[in-house]
């Protein structure tokens, strides 16, 4: 399947897509490579690579195989120019409920992910 990577909201549906198929391949295509995750645990910073991202996408089990009701949405987009974008994101791999905040810069190739910020709620 091939994607239009010409604007932030292609990449952001992507990236809902591959988060809900558990598609680390199609997760790993919209991040640059030296992107990571960043998020509070119990008041420390934790920081994830790319790379060990991708390997814990790829173990888990996708929400799609296990029947999980899909909901995500965009609820900002700032631009400040052509080639930078903040994007605030909520989305679902049930139990946890998230609020992402990723940064995406126009390079050679398209709009990619550079940065992303999240923190989620566990829900019953």
Known sequence: MNYDRSTVEAVVQ??????????ADKLAAIFHPSADLRWLEKGE?????????MERVRKRASARSE???REDF??????SDDSTAFIKVRCQLPPRYF??????M????????VSKSYRYDLRE
């Open 106 to 113: 126009k390079l050679k190739d398209g709009w990619r992910i």
């Open 67 to 69: 029947g999980k009701p």
């Open 14 to 23: 992507h990236y809902f897509d591959a988060l809900y198929e558990g598609d």
């Open 45 to 53: 910073l934790q920081i994830l690579t790319l790379p060990d991202w």
């Open 74 to 79: 965009i609820v900002t987009i700032d631009r």
């Open 99 to 104: 609020t992402d905040y990723l940064v995406a």
